[in-house]
């Protein structure tokens, strides 16, 4: 009876590592199918028009750079532009002393989180140009409101040319680094 007991354990225990390695196959071919499935959509999101620039010519790639430095110029255009219509509104001061006073400067920021996530869903979950471009504008904006305090910090306490210097610094930075 000893012997029976140990036998049926021993084949117990064969039956629960049998059970193990089927288990452990199961999941290995459950995620090999997952992966062929995700390679395979994007495959298909490839298929539709969209080609990755990585795998583009040399005249695509040298296209799309040119035309992405073309964008982030025009958007530090445009965020020039906002902040000096924004710096130069009559009682600026009553509204950066507001935006930083207590417990405002929390909502500052966290209506900018809001505003920056809602322009970048815009951007990214379209192929819409016109959507993606509604989604800079949006992101360009909240940029342009939380500097306004920084900005007019640096106007108000130190010499007048801070902001100059600080543009000629970067727009050259920004040109030696590109070329």
Known sequence: MYLSLWSNRKNASLVYSDLKMYNIETNIFIMRKLVQTKQQTKMETLDQGF???DQADQVTRTAFIR????????AVLAFIGVEALLLNIPGIEKMVVLMTSGYAWLIVLGLFMFATNYAEKLALSSHDKQQQYIGLGLYIVAEAVIFVPLMYIAMMYSSPSVINQAAVITLALFTGLSA
């Open 51 to 53: 080609l990755r620039v």
């Open 67 to 74: 035309k992405t430095y073309e964008h982030v110029a025009g």
